[in-house]
């Protein structure tokens, strides 16, 4: 539509505002210009007055404008259109499996409005990490399980061990005393009834080795070491 054509049409919707099939033909000119102005003119337009098939536009182009609300009343419907409008409303919403639902009955209506990228998005799974760091929002639409998460948040660090840690031989044999020893050999110590466990304060200035001993702990260990922020800063704790 070229913008003579758009600037008459606007003039005679102000002059006759309450024409229904005039404000669609303005909505759609104003969106096929790209204009942002298409959403406010759905103004007065009741949904169960309007045609399937503008319904389902108009519910588009709300959607594009952020009005989630009125796009999901004019989405109201059991024609394939308006359940495909809808999965995509509910989708921006973040209901999945309501969005899920109506888009699957949309293509059991209509085969041909099958959208594979918005399958895709709709069957993908939202988990919220709440762990060490930022709050993550991951999508993904395969079998990724919260460990491949932890992972990926967390790469594995070469391993530490005491060889790399000069000095600080008295506490080296106390950790391997209290800690090492009750990890790698559980059933001598049941033997003698001797109870394993226990933990030891590593306490001094930033900079002291503290985490580098933890980590060359849990290398001696083969085990896996993760460092995290404490309240009481300062301060490691090996358990």
Do not use: W
């Not at 399958?119 to 762990?131: K, M, N, P, Y």
């Not at 919260?146 to 070469?158: G, K, V």
């Not at 090492?180 to 059933?187: E, G, H, S």
């Amino acid at each position: 539509m070229d913008e003579a054509t758009l600037r008459s049409l606007l003039a005679a919707l102000e002059a006759t505002p309450d024409n229904a099939a005039l404000r669609i033909a303005v909505i759609r000119g104003l969106h096929g210009a790209g204009d942002a102005r298409a959403a406010e003119h759905v103004g007065p337009l009741v949904p169960q007055a309007v045609s399937a098939a503008d319904r389902a536009f108009i519910a588009g182009v709300l959607l594009g404008a952020g009005a989630l609300a009125r796009a999901l009343a004019f989405a109201d419907g059991v024609e394939p259109e308006l359940q495909l409008a809808r999965a995509r409303v509910l989708h921006a919403q973040g209901d999945q499996i309501a969005a899920l639902t109506a888009y699957e009955a949309a293509v059991r209506g209509n085969p041909t409005l099958e959208d594979r990228d918005l399958r895709a998005l709709l069957a993908a799974s939202i988990r919220v990490h709440d762990g060490d760091g930022p709050r993550l929002r991951l999508v993904s639409n395969d079998d990724t399980d919260r460990s491949e998460i932890e992972r990926l948040l967390h790469p594995a660090q070469p391993p530490v061990t005491f060889a790399e840690v000069g000095g600080l031989d008295d506490i080296k044999g106390q950790i391997e005393k209290r800690i090492i020893l009750p990890f790698q050999k559980p059933a001598l110590f049941a033997r003698f009834r001797r109870k394993p466990g226990g933990g030891i304060l590593l306490y001094g200035p930033p900079g002291c080795g503290k985490t580098l001993l933890a980590r060359a702990t849990a290398g001696q260990c083969n085990a896996r070491f993760r460092a995290g922020a404490r309240p009481d800063a300062g301060r490691d704790v090996l358990r």
